[in-house]
């Protein structure tokens, strides 16, 4: 079902240092995974996504983990910078119908803070 | 090139009027998403507009809200009657087919 947001989790990491998020989703279906950043103020900025066939992608600074196995999915940001400090969500892309129409759930975020 | 715009940024209006919410998406982007997010909370689907087919209204929380999408393009969510549980921020998306989807700035609905 959807995902109801709750009081957001909270990761505080030393600056410079790398920072790991963690996400559990819920349907073994979903083919289709991405991370958001989302600063104060400002919508939801997309990061990085990774499709089900792969169990690792990398971007600039940024790696995601698929565990498809414990469904269970990681953002690794490597040494984190203050422009880093925001909150992060995941999100899973899965046919919802017999047409193919796809929604986009989200996780509850994790409010990351880089400490200078 | 230009992202998704919204409009107004910020509305603050009074227990019982009606409000509309605007959303440009991104030229070419043919799938359409509304959200809401309370303070400090994740986002909750509300409803989801692909070119023409019939909108998947599930999310809306109830038949005070509404949306429609012009000419596949611009996109206005109606909520009837406002209530003080109302109060959040809007947040809309645009997509190309069901891909990856970038938001707007969204806008910051008060009731007061």
């Known amino acids: 079902g959807e995902s109801v947001g709750l009081h957001l989790p909270t990761l505080s990491v030393q600056e410079g240092d790398n920072s790991i998020i963690n996400c559990a989703y819920s349907?073994?279906?979903?083919?289709?995974f991405i991370w958001y950043k989302q600063e104060s103020g400002k919508g939801p900025q997309f990061i990085i996504d990774?499709?089900?066939?792969?169990d690792k992608r990398q971007g600039q600074r940024v790696t995601v983990l698929l565990n498809k196995t414990v469904k269970h999915l990681s953002l690794q940001i490597a040494a984190t910078q203050p422009g880093d400090s925001a909150v992060y969500f995941c999100a899973e892309n899965r046919k919802v119908s017999k047409c193919g129409n796809e929604k986009l759930t989200f996780g509850t975020g994790t409010r990351l803070t880089i400490i200078p | 090139g230009a992202g998704v715009s919204q409009s107004p940024s910020n509305k603050v209006t009074e227990k019982g009027k009606d409000v509309e919410l605007r959303c440009d998406p991104i030229s070419g982007h043919t799938a359409l998403y509304w959200y809401r997010q309370s303070l400090g909370q994740g986002l909750e689907f509300l409803i989801y507009?692909?070119?023409?087919?019939?909108?998947?209204k599930s999310g809306l929380p109830s038949d005070r809200f509404s949306a429609e999408r012009t000419g596949g393009s611009v996109s206005t969510l109606t909520i009837q009657r406002t209530q003080q549980e109302d109060s959040a921020v809007y947040l809309c998306?645009?997509?190309?087919?069901?891909?990856?989807?970038?938001f707007g700035p969204g806008t910051r609905l008060t009731v007061l």
């Open positions: 990774i499709r089900s066939n792969m």
């Open positions: 349907n073994s279906a979903s083919d289709y």
């Open positions: 998306a645009s997509s190309v087919e069901t891909d990856t989807q970038y």
């Open positions: 507009f692909q070119g023409n087919s019939a909108p998947d």
